[in-house]
């Protein structure tokens, strides 16, 4: 219930903040919403030297279109996104993920970025944006540069960033004119992890698929990204053969557990229904443009 | 003052202890500051099962700001290291041999704040030996499994206790002549109450005077009181024991816990106030927890007609027998299983068993364990409707008992009060229009859609209870008021229960209102200082409108015994020419010639007539004759999605018959919360353990609790069937929905899944389970 | 209040805040790792926020951070240094409820009260964003805070009348 003790930073610039990051020497962590990590360190399972906050730290809450991308500061708010009406359209599976993360309150203060550096296995974004796609932008004192989403997690609550780099924002990759996708989370109740969850997401080419997205969360070591089923849907019409072979190799592609939020087997089979399910509003969702 | 300005009986009057609530000024256990006070927490045991080898405290008590650690050895020393439940067996306070629980309190840090006592838990060095934990009571009762209590002399295994109740003749002489019987076994999962608020208290011991004052998180402050002075030694007069504002209760805060004894025990050692408040964490792994009883019931069919019911049951305990319950039953009144019908033979065996977990059972508005039986007899009616082709209502109907056989003498040895159970169960099929719905019910399934209906006809017992019966450890179940109206015509009442929520500050002054027409809101109600109120047993099974509800119209109707006098002696009249007319007494033929209840209160100290003693109080410590039996029909409409097994509650219907409503506004709302934990407890509450004895469920990332997104919208209808020996009519309410709703939630499942071949699904029925039936019956997507 | 690089290598063991609570200004020095909820509650003595677990799902210790709901046990002190804060103390203007109080207290919105101080300020925060939400949209906003007495019903019922007596007061 309390956190061990720490020494506090609050730098009002990026120079600053790497700077101090770099004097922690990997014993400092970066604080921005903190809702997930304040109540590690109030549990205790982290008990970092020093933290570093970097909410004071200006130009780091744009939410805006880019060209045909979309670009994510490091502060934007779960809750932004939430009521952001940029996240529909093309850009749906954003927008369909938004409302469900965690709760309303925490929704508040908790940030994308913030949550993706977490890699939390059952995160929802981290499918969000493997299944649409982006880029991270992570400073340091030694420079900049981008880790594709693909390049991000390493394992549970471990991603490729350095002990002194932060990020200060992403860039989720134009999907195109045309493109179409949703989340759909199975959730005991609000708050809850997902017991399975699934991003699917769907840029069109001359009415059909260009590229898709699956990436599925709860139903592995880390979010997972259903290769085999994008592949299988790549240059075919969004018809219902191509939509039930693409969720039967998601689900294939699928690593689930048996816990108390269920069997292996049963995961395995909402991972399905809802890359079906996702696929079919996705294909619903050309119509609209 | 005109007398239709008294509001009493019947009205949704606003509650008075809302003004500090909602201001924020509520007076809750952690709000409690004294000077010099120090904070304590408590170290607690990684393990389920383990020897301790060593403890060594000494970091810790180097840490700055760390007070005094406290272990098993230094209690064990003042005789205090063991401690009795409420249920005849001993408890560890902090542990000194074995470890017995996962969370198991082990040792206590005193500091100056919280957070360095925090620091210095991870300072203490304990060294532990695991043992193999047993974690079901089914392998704790095996022959060659490892002795848990092995601190009791003469405890040869891990058996607690054999019960029974009923005949068992004459059931077996049913069974043997049904030409039908219906089997059923189902587990009723452990689940913990929960109250938003922890469990605490701030022990002050004075080292001048010797009083010890704990405020403290009870539901029963006199009890625990009585039992401090036993438990402690300390003299009874020298202990006040004061439940402040509580935030939540629901049977949690009854126990003793270990925290208060070591709490208390340190104020004393250090002559400084000591508080302790628990985390959630220590709330769910350690307090008294629900349920987790494994049951076998049987009906015996003949003609269509329920003729005899078998009951056996098996109950986890956990390391402790504490349940909270009358001394003289086992497994509290698990035998009203016979719930709305008429039985003519039953039979109830139950068997308790110590297991490696948190001691615990009775809690959780569970009525003193009638939310494990009348869960078991909603489902067996449902499965043997299903079996015998007979629509659940209909069967529930034949087999009730008629409103002409009341008093009901049950098989098992209670005599229901009062009732009218098909009135209710109609007036449920009314509101939800139930005959539509088993046709849309049809329709959809032949689109592919799965809708269900689940009733469940409840008849609970509460209000305990008659002394000869009822008592907690020794204490019988009496319960008390006491009133003094004051010389200006306001009153203070002052009660042996205690509120947690439910509106006892309005409530029993509305009783007051109603019997001696002062407005509600001259009347003050004072609960929970052992020093300010009379002796009662506290607030817990619904039993406080019936017991000290009881007392308080008593003892009301005795001060107007003496207004009456008084306003004889101030109207020169004959007391048998006075009429009474809430509020005023006035002489019969000639109204104008009155006097209101404030002007003979004022008498009672100013003009008195010879003989008569000044004031205008007294006390009545009230007996219940017969317990009281709540009832109703809830019924339940779901959808089931064939692609996940996620169910969502459509529609709830809920009537309730509790007797006389003192204020219907109230009962509402005890009624919509405990629909909710009902819900809650069919749909995701569980604590469960590993093969190690690991706790899963300590914390609300693993115990769900619903949101107000998940929770049902309620439809509330009510039939009035008075009790006939309460003074008011009013039966208990606070606990009928936790009771009765679970099988109405579980019954409308399964029925949307019975065309198919499911008949049963077990507690939590979570969307995988729900999906384990749809695969088996070839219905999943 | 900016902090710059230039600090002294020595552990800091407090820093000082500067925080508006309910209109009030306050200065303290506290150590980092004190959580909000406990700021208000011990160290500013406004105890009615309340602290009802350990892994941020109630929302019982719920209070406005310029305006925001916030679940104040999981934001640090430090955090709000020169920000303001709203709790339930703040609610009432003088001698007057807010329109909220008097809603949860007409419709029988709470029971035991512990919720009640989180429930009204995420309500309140609601209906400045929202001012005449459907039932579905209040029970969306306050799946973040946990009742145990009331089954959320009257609850729902509470923000509907503090609605319509916040559009009467701005219509009249």
């Given at each position: 219930?309390?956190?061990?003790?720490?020494?506090?930073?609050?730098?009002?610039?990026?120079?600053?903040?790497?700077?101090?990051?770099?004097?922690?020497?990997?014993?400092?962590?970066?604080?921005?919403?903190?809702?997930?990590?304040?109540?590690?360190?109030?549990?205790?399972?982290?008990?970092?030297?020093?933290?570093?906050?970097?909410?004071?730290?200006?130009?780091?809450?744009t939410?805006?279109?880019?060209?045909?991308?979309?670009?994510?500061?490091?502060?934007?708010?779960?809750?932004?996104?939430?009521?952001?009406?940029?996240?529909?359209?093309?850009?749906?599976?954003?927008?369909?993920?938004?409302?469900?993360?965690?709760?309303?309150?925490?929704?508040?203060?908790?940030?994308?970025?913030?949550?993706?550096?977490?890699?939390?296995?059952?995160?929802?974004?981290?499918?969000?944006?493997?299944?649409?796609?982006?880029?991270?932008?992570a400073?340091?004192?030694?420079?900049?540069?981008?880790?594709?989403?693909?390049?991000?997690f390493?394992?549970?609550?471990?991603?490729?960033?350095?002990?002194?780099?932060?990020?200060?924002?992403?860039?989720?990759?134009?999907?195109?004119?045309?493109?179409?996708?949703?989340?759909?989370?199975?959730?005991?109740?609000v708050?809850?992890?997902?017991?399975?969850?699934?991003?699917?997401?769907?840029?069109?080419e001359?009415?059909?698929?260009?590229?898709?997205?699956?990436?599925?969360?709860?139903?592995g070591?880390?979010?997972?990204?259903?290769?085999?089923?994008?592949?299988?849907?790549?240059?075919?019409?969004?018809?219902?053969?191509?939509?039930?072979?693409?969720?039967?190799?998601?689900?294939?592609?699928?690593?689930?557990?048996?816990?108390?939020?269920?069997?292996?087997?049963?995961?395995?089979?909402?991972?399905?229904?809802?890359?079906?399910?996702?696929?079919?509003?996705?294909?619903?969702?050309?119509?609209?443009? | 003052?005109?007398?239709?300005?008294?509001?009493?009986?019947?009205h949704?009057?606003?509650?008075?202890?809302?003004?500090?609530?909602?201001?924020?000024?509520?007076?809750?256990?952690?709000?409690?500051?004294?000077?010099?006070?120090?904070?304590?927490e408590?170290l607690?045991?990684?393990?389920?099962?383990?020897?301790?080898?060593?403890?060594?405290?000494s970091?810790?008590?180097?840490?700055?700001?760390?007070?005094?650690?406290?272990?098993?050895?230094?209690?064990?020393?003042?005789?205090?290291?063991?401690?009795?439940?409420?249920?005849?067996?001993?408890?560890?306070?902090?542990?000194?041999?074995?470890?017995?629980?996962?969370?198991?309190?082990?040792?206590?840090v005193?500091?100056?704040?919280?957070?360095?006592?925090?620091?210095?838990?991870?300072?203490?060095?304990?060294?532990?030996?695991?043992?193999?934990?047993?974690t079901?009571?089914?392998?704790?009762?095996?022959?060659?499994a490892?002795?848990?209590?092995?601190?009791?002399?003469?405890?040869?295994?891990?058996?607690?206790?054999?019960?029974?109740?009923?005949?068992?003749?004459?059931?077996?002489?049913?069974f043997?002549?049904?030409?039908?019987?219906?089997?059923?076994?189902?587990?009723?999962?452990?689940?913990?109450?929960?109250?938003?608020?922890?469990?605490?208290?701030?022990?002050?011991?004075?080292?001048?005077?010797?009083?010890?004052?704990?405020?403290?998180?009870?539901?029963?402050?006199?009890?625990?009181?009585?039992l401090?002075?036993?438990?402690?030694?300390?003299?009874?007069?020298?202990?006040?024991?004061?439940?402040?504002?509580?935030?939540?209760?629901?049977?949690?805060?009854?126990?003793?816990?270990?925290?208060?004894?070591?709490?208390?025990?340190?104020?004393?050692?250090?002559?400084?106030?000591?508080?302790?408040?628990?985390?959630?964490?220590?709330?769910?792994?350690?307090?008294?927890?629900?349920?987790?009883?494994?049951?076998?019931?049987?009906?015996?069919v003949?003609?269509?007609?329920?003729?005899?019911?078998?009951?056996?049951?098996?109950?986890?305990?956990?390391?402790f027998?504490?349940?909270?319950?009358?001394?003289?039953?086992?497994?509290?009144?698990?035998?009203?299983?016979?719930?709305?019908?008429?039985?003519?033979?039953?039979?109830?065996f139950g068997?308790?068993?110590?297991?490696?977990?948190?001691?615990?059972?009775?809690?959780y508005?569970?009525?003193?364990?009638?939310?494990?039986?009348?869960?078991?007899?909603?489902?067996l009616?449902?499965v043997?409707?299903?079996?015998?082709?007979?629509?659940?209502?209909?069967?529930?109907?034949?087999?009730?008992i008629?409103?002409?056989?009341f008093?009901?003498?049950?098989?098992?040895?209670?005599?229901?009060?009062?009732?009218?159970?098909?009135?209710?169960?109609?007036?449920?099929?009314?509101?939800?229009?139930?005959?539509?719905?088993?046709?849309?019910?049809?329709e959809?399934?032949?689109?592919?859609?799965?809708?269900?209906?689940?009733?469940?006809?409840?008849?609970?017992?509460?209000?305990?209870?008659?002394?000869?019966?009822?008592?907690?450890?020794?204490?019988?179940?009496?319960?008390?008021?006491?009133?003094?109206?004051?010389p200006?015509?306001?009153?203070?009442?002052?009660?042996?229960?205690?509120?947690?929520?439910?509106?006892?500050?309005?409530?029993?002054?509305?009783?007051?209102?109603?019997?001696?027409?002062?407005?509600?809101?001259?009347?003050?109600?004072?609960?929970?200082?052992?020093?300010?109120?009379?002796?009662?047993?506290?607030?817990?099974?619904?039993?406080?409108?019936?017991?000290?509800?009881?007392?308080?119209?008593?003892?009301?109707?005795k001060?107007?015994?003496?207004?009456?006098?008084?306003?004889?002696?101030?109207?020169?009249?004959?007391?048998?020419?006075?009429?009474?007319?809430?509020?005023?007494?006035?002489?019969?033929?000639?109204?104008?010639?009155?006097?209101?209840i404030?002007e003979?209160?004022?008498?009672?100290?100013t003009?008195l007539?010879?003989?008569?003693?000044?004031?205008?109080?007294?006390?009545?410590?009230?007996?219940?004759?017969?317990?009281?039996?709540?009832?109703?029909?809830?019924?339940?409409?779901?959808?089931?999605?064939?692609?996940?097994?996620?169910?969502?509650?459509?529609?709830?219907?809920?009537?309730?018959?509790?007797?006389?409503?003192?204020?219907?506004?109230?009962?509402?709302?005890?009624i919509?919360?405990?629909l909710?934990?009902g819900?809650?407890?069919?749909?995701?509450?569980?604590?469960?353990?590993?093969?190690?004895?690991?706790?899963?469920?300590?914390?609300?990332?693993?115990?769900?609790?619903p949101?107000?997104?998940?929770?049902?919208?309620?439809?509330l209808?009510?039939?009035?069937?008075?009790?006939?020996?309460?003074?008011?009519?009013?039966k208990?309410?606070?606990?009928?929905?936790t009771?009765?709703?679970p099988?109405?939630?579980?019954?409308a499942?399964?029925?949307?899944?019975?065309?198919?071949?499911?008949?049963?699904?077990?507690m939590?029925v979570?969307?995988?389970?729900?999906?384990?039936?749809?695969?088996?019956?070839?219905?999943a997507? | 209040?900016?902090?710059?690089?230039?600090?002294?290598?020595?552990?800091?063991?407090?820093?000082?805040?500067?925080?508006?609570?309910?209109?009030?200004?306050?200065?303290?020095?506290?150590?980092?790792?004190?959580?909000?909820?406990?700021?208000?509650?011990e160290?500013?003595g406004?105890?009615?926020?309340?602290?009802?677990?350990?892994?941020?799902?109630?929302?019982?210790?719920?209070?406005?951070?310029?305006?925001?709901?916030?679940?104040?046990?999981?934001?640090?002190?430090?955090?709000?240094?020169?920000?303001?804060?709203?709790?339930?103390?703040?609610?009432?203007?003088?001698?007057?409820?807010?329109?909220?109080?008097?809603?949860?207290?007409?419709?029988?919105?709470?029971?035991?009260?512990?919720?009640?101080?989180?429930?009204?300020?995420?309500?309140?925060?609601?209906?400045?964003?929202?001012?005449?939400?459907?039932?579905?949209?209040?029970?969306?906003?306050?799946?973040?805070?946990?009742?145990?007495?009331?089954?959320?019903?009257?609850?729902?019922?509470?923000?509907?009348?503090?609605?319509?007596?916040?559009?009467?007061e701005?219509?009249?």
């Amino acid at each position: 219930m309390y956190p061990a003790r720490f020494e506090y930073f609050a730098p009002t610039t990026l120079e600053e903040a790497c700077e101090l990051l770099d004097r922690f020497d990997g014993e400092a962590k970066v604080l921005a919403g903190g809702q997930s990590l304040i109540p590690l360190m109030k549990l205790r399972f982290a008990a970092p030297q020093a933290l570093v906050d970097i909410n004071t730290v200006a130009g780091l809450d744009t939410l805006a279109e880019e060209g045909g991308s979309l670009h994510i500061g490091a502060l934007v708010r779960h809750k932004t996104c939430e009521r952001s009406e940029l996240l529909g359209g093309r850009f749906g599976a954003l927008g369909a993920a938004a409302p469900q993360i965690s709760d309303p309150i925490v929704r508040n203060l908790g940030t994308v970025c913030g949550s993706l550096a977490h890699a939390d296995p059952q995160g929802d974004w981290g499918s969000v944006m493997l299944a649409v796609g982006a880029d991270l932008e992570a400073r340091s004192s030694a420079g900049t540069r981008t880790i594709p989403i693909e390049e991000l997690f390493q394992g549970p609550f471990t991603t490729s960033l350095r002990e002194n780099e932060v990020i200060t924002g992403l860039k989720v990759r134009d999907p195109g004119p045309k493109a179409a996708g949703t989340y759909l989370k199975l959730e005991r109740k609000v708050g809850d992890y997902a017991t399975v969850g699934a991003a699917v997401h769907v840029s069109f080419e001359n009415g059909t698929v260009g590229r898709a997205g699956i990436a599925l969360t709860g139903v592995g070591p880390a979010n997972l990204k259903a290769t085999a089923a994008e592949e299988a849907l790549a240059g075919r019409e969004l018809d219902d053969e191509a939509i039930v072979e693409a969720a039967r190799l998601a689900a294939e592609a699928a690593e689930p557990q048996d816990d108390v939020r269920g069997s292996a087997e049963y995961k395995r089979s909402v991972a399905r229904v809802f890359v079906e399910r996702g696929l079919r509003a996705a294909a619903e969702g050309r119509t609209d443009g | 003052m005109a007398t239709t300005e008294v509001r009493g009986l019947g009205h949704s009057v606003k509650r008075k202890e809302d003004e500090r609530f909602i201001r924020g000024k509520g007076n809750y256990i952690d709000d409690v500051t004294l000077p010099g006070m120090l904070h304590m927490e408590l170290l607690r045991s990684p393990f389920a099962h383990a020897r301790i080898v060593s403890v060594d405290t000494s970091r810790a008590e180097a840490l700055p700001g760390v007070v005094a650690v406290v272990t098993g050895e230094l209690m064990a020393q003042h005789n205090l290291a063991w401690m009795p439940t409420l249920s005849g067996d001993t408890q560890a306070v902090l542990a000194t041999d074995k470890v017995r629980f996962q969370g198991q309190e082990v040792a206590a840090v005193v500091a100056e704040s919280a957070y360095v006592a925090k620091d210095a838990l991870e300072l203490i060095d304990v060294e532990y030996e695991p043992l193999p934990a047993l974690t079901t009571p089914q392998q704790a009762l095996e022959d060659d499994a490892p002795l848990i209590r092995d601190d009791k002399e003469g405890q040869a295994s891990n058996l607690i206790y054999d019960w029974e109740a009923g005949d068992k003749e004459a059931t077996d002489r049913a069974f043997a002549e049904a030409d039908r019987v219906v089997e059923l076994d189902t587990f009723y999962p452990r689940c913990h109450p929960s109250p938003l608020e922890c469990c605490g208290c701030v022990a002050d011991v004075n080292p001048a005077t010797g009083k010890a004052t704990i405020y403290m998180t009870s539901q029963a402050p006199h009890a625990i009181r009585t039992l401090f002075a036993l438990v402690a030694g300390l003299p009874e007069q020298n202990i006040r024991v004061i439940s402040p504002d509580i935030g939540g209760g629901f049977g949690n805060k009854v126990p003793i816990y270990p925290g208060y004894v070591v709490a208390t025990a340190a104020s004393l050692l250090l002559g400084k106030p000591v508080k302790w408040i628990e985390d959630r964490t220590g709330n769910l792994i350690s307090t008294g927890f629900a349920r987790d009883y494994h049951m076998h019931g049987e009906l015996a069919v003949k003609d269509g007609k329920i003729t005899g019911l078998r009951t056996s049951l098996v109950a986890d305990e956990g390391a402790f027998f504490a349940d909270a319950q009358p001394s003289k039953f086992k497994i509290g009144l698990f035998h009203i299983v016979t719930g709305s019908y008429d039985i003519p033979a039953a039979h109830v065996f139950g068997r308790g068993a110590y297991t490696n977990k948190a001691p615990g059972g009775v809690a959780y508005r569970c009525s003193f364990r009638v939310t494990e039986a009348s869960y078991l007899i909603e489902r067996l009616v449902d499965v043997a409707a299903l079996e015998l082709g007979v629509d659940p209502a209909e069967f529930r109907v034949q087999n009730f008992i008629k409103p002409d056989q009341f008093p009901y003498q049950s098989a098992t040895g209670f005599v229901y009060d009062s009732g009218d159970y098909e009135k209710a169960l109609r007036l449920a099929l009314e509101k939800l229009g139930y005959d539509e719905l088993r046709k849309e019910q049809a329709e959809a399934r032949e689109q592919g859609r799965l809708i269900g209906i689940g009733l469940a006809s409840f008849t609970e017992v509460v209000g305990a209870g008659h002394g000869k019966q009822y008592d907690i450890a020794g204490l019988r179940m009496f319960d008390s008021a006491e009133l003094r109206v004051h010389p200006t015509g306001k009153a203070i009442l002052k009660l042996g229960v205690k509120s947690q929520g439910q509106g006892h500050e309005t409530t029993f002054a509305q009783i007051v209102a109603e019997e001696l027409g002062i407005p509600y809101e001259d009347i003050e109600v004072q609960e929970g200082d052992t020093d300010n109120t009379p002796y009662g047993l506290g607030t817990y099974a619904s039993r406080s409108t019936p017991v000290a509800g009881a007392a308080t119209a008593v003892i009301s109707r005795k001060l107007r015994d003496k207004a009456r006098t008084i306003a004889a002696h101030l109207l020169e009249a004959s007391e048998d020419d006075l009429e009474w007319d809430r509020g005023r007494f006035s002489v019969k033929g000639a109204p104008d010639r009155a006097k209101t209840i404030q002007e003979i209160a004022f008498a009672a100290y100013t003009d008195l007539p010879d003989g008569v003693e000044a004031g205008l109080e007294g006390v009545h410590y009230y007996d219940p004759p017969n317990m009281t039996f709540p009832f109703g029909t809830y019924a339940v409409v779901v959808e089931v999605d064939r692609g996940t097994g996620a169910w969502k509650v459509e529609r709830m219907v809920a009537v309730d018959d509790c007797g006389v409503r003192i204020n219907p506004m109230i009962v509402e709302g005890q009624i919509m919360g405990g629909l909710t934990e009902g819900f809650a407890i069919a749909a995701m509450e569980l604590i469960t353990f590993d093969e190690d004895g690991n706790c899963i469920g300590s914390n609300f990332t693993d115990y769900l609790l619903p949101t107000s997104w998940e929770t049902p919208s309620f439809e509330l209808g009510e039939t009035v069937t008075p009790s006939p020996h309460h003074p008011i009519g009013a039966k208990g309410v606070g606990e009928s929905a936790t009771v009765g709703s679970p099988a109405a939630y579980v019954n409308a499942v399964v029925d949307a899944l019975a065309h198919a071949g499911v008949r049963n699904l077990e507690m939590p029925v979570t969307s995988a389970r729900v999906w384990e039936a749809l695969q088996e019956a070839g219905l999943a997507e | 209040m900016a902090d710059t690089a230039i600090e002294p290598m020595a552990a800091q063991t407090t820093r000082a805040v500067s925080v508006t609570v309910n209109g009030e200004a306050h200065a303290a020095e506290v150590e980092p790792r004190l959580l909000l909820v406990h700021f208000l509650r011990e160290t500013l003595g406004l105890t009615g926020t309340h602290s009802g677990c350990d892994t941020t799902h109630c929302g019982a210790c719920t209070v406005l951070l310029d305006g925001v709901p916030v679940k104040s046990c999981t934001v640090l002190a430090v955090q709000a240094d020169g920000r303001e804060i709203t709790t339930v103390e703040g609610l009432q203007q003088g001698a007057e409820l807010h329109p909220i109080q008097v809603a949860f207290r007409e419709e029988h919105g709470l029971q035991c009260g512990f919720c009640t101080p989180g429930m009204m300020l995420t309500s309140v925060a609601l209906l400045q964003e929202n001012p005449d939400p459907t039932d579905e949209e209040i029970r969306w906003a306050l799946s973040g805070n946990i009742c145990r007495c009331t089954g959320y019903q009257n609850i729902v019922k509470a923000v509907h009348h503090a609605a319509a007596a916040q559009t009467s007061e701005g219509g009249s």
